[in-house]
T-cell receptor, first 113, second 114 residues
Framework: DTAVSQTPKYLVTQMGNDKSIKCEQN?????MYWYKQDSKKFLKIMFS???????INETVPNRFSPKSPDKAHLNLHINSLELGDSAVYFC????????????FGSGTRLTVV | AQKVTQAQTEISVVEKEDVTLDCVYE???????LFWYKQPPSGELVFLIR??????QNEISGRYSWNFQKSTSSFNFTITASQVVDSAVYFC???????????FGQGTTLQVKP
């Protein structure tokens, strides 16, 4: 069973399009995240949701809108895609407490042409 | 400021050599977590270890070992008898206790040659 699954794995699209990436976790974690990895491999947090509530928004352009219908899902919608949005996007989930775990999905490689 | 620095951008070793990847962090929090992740060429992020700020015991897992020193704000990772399969990008990350987010270092690319 995949713990954190995100779809699609690859996404190639033209500038100006709108696209979504979906993420689901079956670990029962209460917090989910989106991270962006740029072409230099640098990883940076974009958003965090705790029990469907947005708790972190790291100065991401408002073309990016996360949506969490329930605590097991966190989707990322991107409007008016730009060349600079090309990156790998990772979803993650975590659960605080004694066995603090932090699990990443396998990533979505977005290429904007 | 909260920051993680991995000063080594790339390291190249020959198989069976030992190699240490450095990680230095900055935080004013007294409670925090430190992580190491491996990113092989296939691209996924593989969890290696988590340490909390109150546990300075070194840890060994097979050929991997970690040295956590609060006095120098360092959390270094050593691979003993490196293998070609260890070739990957390795990330050190800091998680302040009150945010849940991971602050990553720039990553160290390790190449192990046969």
């Amino acid at each position: 069973d995949t713990a954190v699954s995100q779809t699609p794995k690859y996404l190639v699209t033209q500038m100006g399009n709108d696209k979504s990436i979906k993420c689901e976790q079956n670990l029962g974690h209460d917090t989910m995240y989106w991270y962006k990895q740029d072409s230099k491999k640098f990883l940076k947090i974009m958003f965090s949701y705790n029990n469907k509530e947005l708790i972190i928004n790291e100065t991401v352009p408002n073309r990016f809108s996360p949506k969490s219908p329930d605590k097991a899902h966190l989707n990322l919608h991107i409007n008016s895609l730009e060349l600079g949005d090309s990156a790998v996007y990772f979803c993650a989930s975590s659960q605080r407490g004694r066995n603090y775990g932090y699990t990443f999905g396998s990533g979505t490689r977005l290429t904007v042409v | 400021a909260q920051k993680v620095t991995q000063a080594q951008t790339e390291i190249s070793v020959v198989e069976k050599e030992d190699v240490t990847l450095d990680c230095v962090y900055e935080t004013r929090d007294t409670t925090y977590y430190l992580f190491w992740y491996k990113q092989p060429p296939s691209g996924e992020l593989v969890f290696l270890i988590r340490r909390n700020s109150f546990d300075e015991q070194n840890e060994i897992s097979g050929r991997y070992s970690w040295n956590f020193q609060k006095s120098t704000s360092s959390f270094n990772f050593t691979i003993t008898a490196s293998q070609v399969v260890d070739s990957a990008v390795y990330f050190c990350a800091l998680s302040p206790s009150n945010t849940g987010k991971l602050i990553f270092g720039q990553g160290t690319t390790l190449q192990v040659k046969p």
